[in-house]
T-cell receptor, first 117, second 105 residues
Framework: QVQLQESGPGLVKPSETLSLTCSIS????????WSWIRQPPGKGLDWIGY???????NYNPSLKSRVTISLDTSKNQFSLNLSSVTAADTAVYYC???????????WSRGTTVTVSS | EIVLTQSPATLSLSPGERATLSCRAS??????LAWYQQKPGQAPRLLIY???NRATGIPARFSGSGSGTDFTLTISSLEPEDFAVYYC????????FGGGTQVEI
């Protein structure tokens, strides 16, 4: 059974870069889209972007200028970098797996990232 | 960008009642619409994919339907564990989620 686990700092200062890594266990990277999705406190879900197993990426247009998602197949991990963060980036961050037409079927537990000085 | 609008924002029902949740897209989408359930402090859980297909382990009381711009999630008879927030999600070039419907007792 595939499991996803995020790692990274829970507190980031304004204007700095938020960096998270998602470790994939129990399954293959191939044939899936690997996404980052966030949820601000008390609000809905906001897709940040994905990386396909081939390395192709796609980002939410509203965040595109600040987002980089990368994949390390040797470590079965993918990562998120979000630059120039503000308080509006405070959220629970999820990493997740999507298979085309089959939905986002595996989610991490989520990690809270707070942007504050 | 395709915008998904969910209604109602809140649905107040009792156990055993039928719940009908709506999701409307700002433009026609393929059948690729999914539904998720989220309980407080938990990650979302996939319920329905491709408009009407139940995900693995999802009870038969959950069903999805629709086409074009209008989609529906139906819970035929609410169980106590079904009271939660429900999100729809579409997949065109990228993913977008609706704002959610809270199903409360």
């Amino acid at each position: 059974q595939v499991q996803l686990q995020e790692s990274g700092p829970g507190l980031v200062k304004p204007s700095e870069t938020l960096s998270l890594t998602c470790s994939i266990s129990g399954g293959s990277i191939s044939d899936y889209y690997w996404s980052w999705i966030r949820q601000p406190p008390g609000k809905g879900l906001d897709w940040i972007g994905y990386i396909f197993f081939s390395g192709n990426t796609n980002y939410n247009p509203s965040l595109k200028s600040r987002v980089t998602i990368s994949l390390d197949t040797s470590k079965n991990q993918f990562s998120l970098n979000l630059s120039s963060v503000t308080a509006a980036d405070t959220a629970v961050y999820y990493c997740a797996r999507e298979r085309w037409l089959y939905g986002v079927d595996v989610w991490s537990r989520g990690t809270t990232v707070t942007v504050s000085s | 960008e395709i915008v998904l609008t969910q209604s109602p924002a809140t649905l107040s029902l009792s156990p055993g009642e039928r719940a009908t949740l709506s999701c409307r897209a700002s433009q026609s989408i393929n059948s690729y619409l999914a539904w998720y359930q989220q309980k407080p402090g938990q990650a979302p859980r996939l319920l329905i994919y491709d408009t009407s297909n139940r995900a693995t382990g999802i009870p038969a009381r959950f069903s999805g339907s629709g086409s074009g711009t209008d989609f529906t999630l139906t819970i035929s008879s609410l169980e106590p564990e079904d009271f939660a927030v429900y999100y729809c999600q579409q997949r065109s070039n990228w993913l977008t989620f609706g704002g959610g419907t809270q199903v409360e007792i």
